[in-house]
């Protein structure tokens, strides 16, 4: 039996892509158990760049709290290119203890899904691949 280095990268990719948004969903249901939801706006992008040169541009949205006060918050994720503001009117989730943990419910739902997809096409090729070189 060969071993194919290529199927088995290509399945650990897969499988990491998947670690990735499972951590990455137990992340946000842990900061956000006390959650509140609300309608937000998109009132621009503030630019950020990171240690390696990178750009990341991060959402500053406008939500009001549960007793009326209106708050603006800078998005912790970033993002490249900047998020347009074609719609700036968005759902959010906030903690009820500290306002400032947020998270777009469009924005994660959208990256947690083209991790999935790309993982899922990482461990169909690696399986392909090794299914190819041993039985064909």
Known sequence: ??????AILSCLGGIIL?????IRKKKDKAILNDCIETDAFLIGNELEHGSHGNEYYHPIIKFQLQDGEWVTVKYTEGYYPAKKLNDPKLRVQ???LDYKKVI????ANQLNIILLTAGLFMVLYGLFLF???NFA
Do not use: R, T
Request: no cysteine; glycine share 0%; charged share 20%.
């Open 131 to 133: 299914y190819k070189i």
């Open 1 to 6: 039996m060969d071993i194919n280095y290529q």
């Open 18 to 22: 998947f670690l990735f948004v499972i």
């Open 94 to 96: 906030y903690s009820v």
């Open 104 to 107: 777009i419910k469009d924005y």
